[in-house]
């Protein structure tokens, strides 16, 4: 195997581009760092944005239920009292037919 003088190894050695010199590659990793962690904040953002209006918009859903709720159970109330015959009369055909379809235990 054949060596080669110091001076012929230096002369056949490759060079180095200036963005393969390790500084460059450096300042290129710092800048894809820098770039990855703005579109991790950024996207972390628009996260928490997301599931602060779906909250808002569950909570107003709950406050709408509760009204409709309130509602329905007013007007049931102004209906039994201005029908009071009506109210007893349907509440004691709703009573029949849950007998009927209910099974009593241990009556076969």
Known sequence: METMPVEAAAENAPV????????????????TRASVEREIDRLRLSVVRQMEDSADAARRMVKRGRYAAADYIDEASHQIKKHPVGSLAIAFAAGAVLTLLVPRPGKK
């Open 16 to 31: 180095l581009r200036e963005e393969t010199q390790p500084g460059c590659i450096m300042r290129e990793i710092e800048a």
